[in-house]
């Protein structure tokens, strides 16, 4: 079956350091790919997304690309910011509509 | 505000009460879900309704059951709570899954004692 898998964490930096999270996947059609993130105590949000392969998905600093040649979706930042400090979570989408597939999240804390 | 809501944010009960959790969204979706996030904040999904029809019913015990009156809501009802039923609980939905993802409610918060 389709799996999502990230890298484990926890994940921390200094700020401004620079931040890459892995996540690979295994689809049997060619899925859309997925961040979410989310902050203590809140539900997930969409990050960024791609839906296609060299699709670059982008915002608020972070960006993934779609990498079909090595079925991967990192996520990566420049410079992070205290306010970054959250869960990550990957996720994938067959065709089909089918639920989406979560990767198990990875926490990233940012110090000052 | 167009968004998922879910009622009540934080639920304390003792074991072996019923408890309801209500989720409404009025963002036009389609499809709305159940998922169970636990302590290692794992996603585990448990019901999926497309146009208040049920699609998926993942292996949760019967004591769970969805319920969904029109499109724009589904509530889910737990009987008999257990202690291993503590654990936040989020309703999403989704139109273009492929496109949009899903937009999450901020969560209910169960805790069994």
């Known amino acids: 079956g389709d799996s999502v898998t990230q890298m484990e964490g926890p994940v921390t930096l200094s700020e401004e350091a620079f931040l890459t999270i892995n996540c690979t996947y295994t689809a049997t059609g060619y899925p859309s790919l997925f961040w979410y993130v989310q902050y203590p105590g809140e539900g997930l949000q969409l990050l960024l997304k791609?839906?296609?392969?060299?699709d670059k998905g982008s915002n608020k600093g972070f960006e993934a690309t779609y990498r079909k040649e090595t079925t991967s979706f990192h996520l990566e930042k420049g410079s992070v910011q205290v306010s970054d400090s959250a869960v990550y979570f990957c996720a994938l989408s067959e065709p089909g509509n089918t639920p989406l597939v979560f990767g198990k999240g990875t926490r990233l804390s940012v110090i000052a | 505000d167009t968004a998922v809501s879910q009622t009540p944010k934080y639920l304390v009960t003792q074991m072996g009460n019923d408890k309801s959790i209500k989720c409404e969204q009025n963002?036009?979706?389609?499809?709305m879900y159940w998922y169970k996030q636990d302590s290692k904040k794992f996603l585990k999904i448990m019901f999926s309704y497309n146009n208040k029809e049920l699609i998926i019913n993942e292996t949760v015990p019967n004591r769970f059951s969805p319920k969904s009156p029109d499109k724009a809501h589904l509530n889910l009802h737990i009987n008999s709570l257990e202690l291993g039923d503590s654990a936040v609980y989020f309703c999403?939905?989704?139109?273009?899954?492929?496109?949009?993802?899903?937009?999450f409610g901020s969560g209910t918060r169960l805790t069994v004692v």
């Open positions: 999403a939905s989704s139109q273009e899954l492929r496109e949009g993802g899903y937009t």
């Open positions: 963002l036009g979706h389609d499809t």
């Open positions: 791609a839906t296609k392969a060299d």
